[in-house]
Nanobody, 124 residues
């Protein structure tokens, strides 16, 4: 069993930056792939970025490529999402997810564990 808790969301102007954190419980979190997803009002949940168990492989949605960076620190059981050059269209609830198997793009329903989400609002 893995429990995930996101933090770091907030209100930021366009062009600003935020770093989201996802703290995981369990001593075996280093065996899990992880991903960040987001869901805007009225829209489906979409993948933002994913990372394999070691951090050696990552994937980014085209909409965030070059602006967002996913990373992990297995010693701290934490996955991060650094978001730069934020745009109003990045406004959403951001969720962290974990699963034992990794492939670059997995559907949200293929992830076994989810956090409660953290709100990111980009507005002037």
């Amino acid at each position: 069993q893995v429990q995930l808790v996101e933090s770091g969301g907030g209100l930021v102007p366009p062009g600003g930056s935020l770093r989201l954190s996802c703290a995981a419980s369990g001593r075996t979190f280093s065996r899990y792939a992880a991903g960040w997803f987001r869901q805007a009002p009225g829209k489906e949940r979409e993948v933002v970025a994913t990372i394999n168990w070691s951090g050696g492989s990552t994937y980014y949605a085209d909409s965030v490529k070059g602006r967002f960076t996913i990373s992990r620190d297995n010693a701290k059981n934490t996955v991060y999402l650094k978001m730069n050059s934020l745009k109003p269209e990045d406004t959403a609830v951001y969720y962290c997810a974990a699963d034992l198997g990794w492939s670059p793009v997995k559907l949200p329903n293929e992830y076994d564990y989810w956090g409660q989400g953290t709100q990111v609002t980009v507005t002037s």
